[in-house]
């Protein structure tokens, strides 16, 4: 079996941060954003513009509660399993101030399954981070950085788009994509990449 080098999304892959912000906001703010349209490039729903939206979400990001969010016992399962037989990276568009809140989760929820935390903040690339650690595996469920990824040579049936979500819900993806809904699907992509 190969020991492949997997690098793993936070937000929204380990926890589930979209959810969150979508109903902290509209309790706290108002505005009439829904899970399905959180992810839009229109920030009228938001009921502000996005200068205001984005110190708003920074508002929401010191809350215990954003603090708190954790990942599921089947994410903690999956995951830790892996990490017996590959090398597991975290690599998220979160900033470098959210580097400490991000390495507590870990340690608290996920200890010594990563071998390390990469941030790139919202303009970084996660493909050149993905390039220098050798990585074999991206998962995701952004589009945009599995499309960098198998366009400058990610290996075959590496991008893994994640999760059941609205902002993932296309009815064909690219070539080169592989989609799963859940952990147990990755799962099983990754076993099947580790045989060939």
């Known amino acids: ?24 906001y509209t309790q706290t703010y108002g505005g009439a954003v829904t899970l399905d349209r959180a992810h839009d490039a229109d920030y009228g729903m938001w009921g502000t513009d996005k200068l205001t939206l984005e110190k708003r979400l ?15 016992a089947e994410e903690v399962e ?9 090398e597991l990276h975290v690599i998220t568009a979160r900033r470098p101030h959210e580097r400490e809140l991000t390495q507590h989760m870990l340690d608290t929820y996920l200890p010594g399954v990563f071998t390390s935390l ?20 991206l998962i995701d469920d952004n589009l945009r950085h ?16 994640f999760g059941d979500y ?24 990754i076993q099947d990449l580790a045989q060939h």
């Open 118 to 137: 990469e941030l790139v903040g919202f303009t970084g690339s996660k493909w050149e981070v993905c390039q220098r650690l050798g990585a074999d595996v």
């Open 1 to 24: 079996m190969k020991r492949l080098v997997i690098a793993v999304d936070c937000d929204d892959v380990l926890v589930r941060t979209t959810p969150y912000f979508v109903h902290a």
């Open 58 to 72: 920074a508002e929401l990001m010191e809350t215990d509660e954003y603090k708190s969010i954790s990942p599921t």
């Open 166 to 189: 609205p902002w993932t819900a296309y009815e064909s993806i690219p070539e080169g994509l592989t989609r799963c809904l859940n952990w147990a699907d990755v799962a099983k992509e």
């Open 78 to 86: 999956v995951l830790s399993e892996m990490s017996r037989h590959y």
């Open 146 to 161: 599995l499309e960098d990824a198998v366009r400058e040579g990610l290996p075959q049936s590496g991008a893994l788009l």
